[in-house]
Nanobody, 115 residues
């Protein structure tokens, strides 16, 4: 069964850090681009960061310089390191890939930034 499973969410104070993980199974992870999206209450889901199979990255302007996406193909896992977190980063974060012309999503992990 092909699936993505996120972990690492939680509650943190403004200025804090979290690292999200996305473990893939049932697929040849190394050949797929991966992305992190987020959805805040009442808002549309938005792309936060993406990484290609060759390691090229892109970021939403709102997270540039604070978030870093990476991947470890030996572990079939993608990561999102989030530093200098702000209350507006509060959202459910989803891992995504385009698998055989279909969108594949993880179940999501909640990130809450609050004092």
């Amino acid at each position: 069964q092909v699936q993505l499973v996120e972990s690492g969410g939680g509650s943190v104070q403004p200025g804090g850090s979290l690292r999200l993980s996305c473990a893939a199974s049932g697929m040849i992870f190394s050949i797929y681009a991966m992305g992190w999206y987020r959805q805040a209450p009442g808002k549309q889901r938005e792309l936060v960061a993406g990484i290609t199979s060759s390691g090229r990255t892109n970021y939403a302007d709102s997270v540039k310089g604070r978030f870093t996406i990476s991947r470890d193909n030996a572990k079939d896992t993608a990561y999102l390191q989030m530093n200098s977190l702000k209350p507006e980063d509060t959202a459910v974060y989803y891992c995504h890939t385009r698998y055989r012309n279909d969108d594949l999503w993880g179940q999501g992990t909640q990130v809450t930034v609050s004092s």
